[in-house]
């Protein structure tokens, strides 16, 4: 809840830090709308940021489970765990490099500010979904027996198919299919 918050107010943050000149150019009609997209800018590249950062440091957790599990002699389980690694990182690269959340100017796809919002809630949910991921691979446990660790993986891949099916629906409102 508490992250939540803070990103709610990104753009807020981001819109105080405001040089001279800018509170100067506010006062030029329809500069303040060009603005405020620029903040969204700002914001959206900040939590893409902090979810793929998020993400990436759950790998840590699970490549010291996959090491511990090799000392351990117990390596019937790496493919498993290195396929979660790898729909990790997909997501991670989706997320990184996403099409942002706004249009530009001159971009043949305008987003419009009920699309902008929807992007924002949908961004929003999103921590949620990375939150579950974190959960899920925090009960990855070298001393699970083979059929523990089995209901683990399954878990986890189960929670970043549902990050990645979110993330799909942000995808479709940027490129204009939903």
Do not use: C, W
């Amino acid at each position: 809840e508490v992250v939540m918050a803070e990103i709610k107010d990104t753009m807020q943050k981001i819109a105080g830090n405001r040089n001279p000149i800018e509170e100067l150019l506010l006062k030029i009609p329809g500069f303040q709308g060009y603005l405020n997209k620029q903040y969204r800018r700002e914001s959206d590249k900040m939590h893409r940021s902090y979810l793929a950062q998020k993400l990436d440091e759950t790998k840590t957790h699970i490549n010291d489970v996959k090491i511990e599990l090799v000392d351990d002699g117990k390596i019937f389980s790496l493919d498993k765990i290195d396929n979660v690694l790898d729909k990790l990182d997909t997501i991670i690269s989706r997320i990184k490099y996403a099409d942002r959340g706004y249009s530009g100017f001159f971009d043949t796809n305008k987003i419009e500010d009920r699309e902008l919002e929807m992007i924002h809630q949908l961004d929003l949910a999103l921590v949620e979904q990375v939150t579950g991921i974190e959960v899920a691979i925090a009960k990855l446990s070298a001393e699970q027996d083979d059929s523990e660790l089995k209901v683990a993986l399954k878990e986890a891949t189960k929670a970043i198919q549902a990050l990645s099916d979110k993330f799909a629906e942000r995808d479709n409102i940027v490129s204009g299919v939903a």
